[in-house]
């Protein structure tokens, strides 16, 4: 299995395992001035990696192809700019995914066993 996609009334998942290169996700991505910036200042190629992959998820999950402004509030959370998504991004050395709902806050951690 290399994907868990899950939904319920108002909410909806996904998980997928990292197989592809950073370049495959930065891609399929728009990111701003900024994001270019945290992006670049990552030294670990892993870390980039699992950073774009979790908004590649995020991407996803809220069907769109228009740029999505992430911010994050002041406990470092990640929140929607302007969208009424509550929102959780996680990731892990070979795991990355998202939890989008309308109405619920949700978390999301991603654990693998060894």
């Not at 399929?28 to 998820?57: D, F, G, H, V």
Request: with cysteine; hydrophobic share 35%.
């Amino acid at each position: 299995m290399d994907s868990l996609y899950w939904e319920d009334e108002g909410g909806k998942g996904k998980i997928f395992l990292i197989n592809q290169d950073e370049n495959y996700y930065k891609s399929r991505l728009i990111l701003s001035e900024q994001e270019e910036n945290i992006l670049n200042k990552m030294p670990r190629a892993n870390n980039r990696l699992q950073w774009l992959c979790s908004r590649y998820a995020l991407k996803q999950l809220i069907e769109t192809d228009t740029y999505v402004e992430l911010k994050k509030d002041a406990y470092g959370s990640p929140f929607l700019h302007e969208m009424d998504y509550h929102i959780s991004l996680s990731h892990n050395q070979s795991w990355a995914g998202g939890f989008v709902h309308k109405k619920k806050k949700v978390g999301l951690i991603i654990v693998t066993g060894k």
